[in-house]
């Protein structure tokens, strides 16, 4: 093998470490099955939730692992391999995922990390059936003006007792 081949695999693992490592989450799938038209979609719905699915040999892959904490997915590097990243909402690649893999038996769901710690793949589900961070600040929201109801509730039947009252 060349030093120039050599040295593009390690640059190439270098940049597939470097995006496991700034990653919020990182799902792992087998996509094989899957039509063309099928795969532009799932690409799409991850982009619109600002996740980015790349297709990775699994050899870059396990050396990309190799000494990081993430080496336990070594066993899900096998057949055809995508990996979705998430910078930012740590959920969101589970939850598209999990969504585009129930109405598509051929989308399978190998493993990953979530939070930058590797999970198992009943915890995957699971997170990604968990509300969005959107939801769970809506939530959050209604659950913080709910006292402020019941005070203004209050002070108004307080209010109009007087007024009968008087």
Not at 9 to 36: F, Q
Not at 47 to 57: L, Q, S
């Amino acid at each position: 093998m060349s030093e120039a081949s050599i040295a593009k695999k390690a640059e190439a693992v270098k940049n597939v470490n470097e995006m496991l490592m700034a990653a919020e989450s990182a799902i792992v799938v087998d996509y094989r099955g899957l039509t063309v038209a099928e795969v532009t979609d799932l690409r799409k719905q991850l982009r619109d939730a600002d996740v980015k699915m790349v297709v990775i040999k699994n050899k870059i892959l396990q050396r990309a692992v190799e000494g990081t904490d993430y080496e336990a997915l070594n066993d899900v590097f096998v057949g055809p391999t995508a990996v979705a990243f998430s910078n930012e909402d740590a959920i969101a690649p589970a939850k598209v995922l999990k969504k585009f893999a129930d109405d598509h038996d051929a989308l399978e769901i190998k493993g990953g990390f979530v939070e930058k710690a590797v999970k198992t793949l009943d915890e995957i589900n699971v997170y990604a059936t968990m509300p969005g961070r959107e939801e769970l600040l809506s939530m959050l929201a209604s659950a913080l003006q709910d006292p402020m109801r019941k005070i203004a509730r209050a002070v108004k039947a307080i209010a109009d007792k007087e007024d009968e009252a008087a």
